[in-house]
């Protein structure tokens, strides 16, 4: 077939309707009526306009317009002076790794309470990441231990590349601290600020302090381009180089010139354009997750052995999800028993993520102290927190765990 007739061809005829809001519509699956899902995207309703316009304007490339004026929006919602959106979160932290010029055998040091995207980048750069206990107050990197860690690592001559703190689910890292003690050290921050959008830190936005941020826009996040994420900085020039590094590392000629090598990591225009359809709720977005964090707390506040994720004085968080804590010793039922039983009635949750340290992909690697999140892993459940999460289904979810507390 001649590249013409391929042309003329109709393209191919879909045998089924595209679920448009598959995850906020999926038909009832179990008992107890249709699934509740733990962080299923929630659109404003502007989003097909937003991407119909992008179509329209032509620009399809991680290029033009619809980046740019995505940029700028994160900017004006967070007060980075300067942001590059990325295809990814990851590919911010990336990014952000080899801006900071981690280089294999570089110590990277983070929280061991984190998704493995946060040290995964650096690793898979020949670092050696250590990780540290987060704090009982915050659940986020200590700065006591940090501190003294530093001390220790500059007596050996082996201070950190970068230190990775992070917003554990949506609640900001003590940063202010834990940047002032690496400037001590000369070591930079790179906050992985990826579910924080929207939460901030003494009245700053996550992230603001640090050297670099990095967030996420992935489908389960407060705000989502389906994928995506952004690098901020208040350095402009760093963000400079990161999207020169984010085009493929191309130098200003006619021609393909490149002093390094660099990624495909900007953005494409068409999720930036979904974007900037759901950036205006974000303030909304955060009011809603909130509340249904102190719905939880009012609804099942009075089990034995229940408690919840710690808000710091410091911080006010996003609550992107609402983590509930069960403490057997306490007469709490078991997190396991909660979270399948949770599951026979159709409710997704999750526990805690298991700390860095215990993860089998990084056994051996450095560490110091982990007993603290290992106890939020054994006892800790992530709940259905979608800003679209109804009162009746929150209730059904309450019910589901008073179930499970009566056995
Ligand atoms: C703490 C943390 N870091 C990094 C990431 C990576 O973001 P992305 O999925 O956009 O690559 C996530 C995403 O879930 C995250 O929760």
Redesign the pocket.
Known sequence: MTPAEAASRPGPVLAFPLPLRAREDVPATAAGGERILLSPPHLTGAEPAALQAALDSGWIAPAGPMPAAFEAAIGEATGFAAVLATT????A?HLGYRLLGVAPGDEVWTSTL??I??IAPAVQMGAVPRFLDVAEESWTLDPNLLERELARAARRGRLPRVVVP?DLFGQCCDLDTIAALCERWGVPVLC?S??ALGATQRGRHAGRGARLA?F???G?KIVTTG???ALASDDARLIERARMLATQAKEPAPHYQHETTGFTYGLSALLAAVGLAQLPALAERVAARRAIFARYREALGDLPGLGFMPEPGWGRANRWLSVALFLPRLGAPDREAVRRHLALRGIESRPVWKPLHLQPAFRGAPRSGGGIAARLFETGLCLPSGSGLTPPQQARVAAAIREAAAG
């Open positions: 990814n979160g990851t590919a932290l984190t998704f995207a946060t992070v992985d990826a579910a990095a996420s826009f992935n389960n994928g995506g994420g």
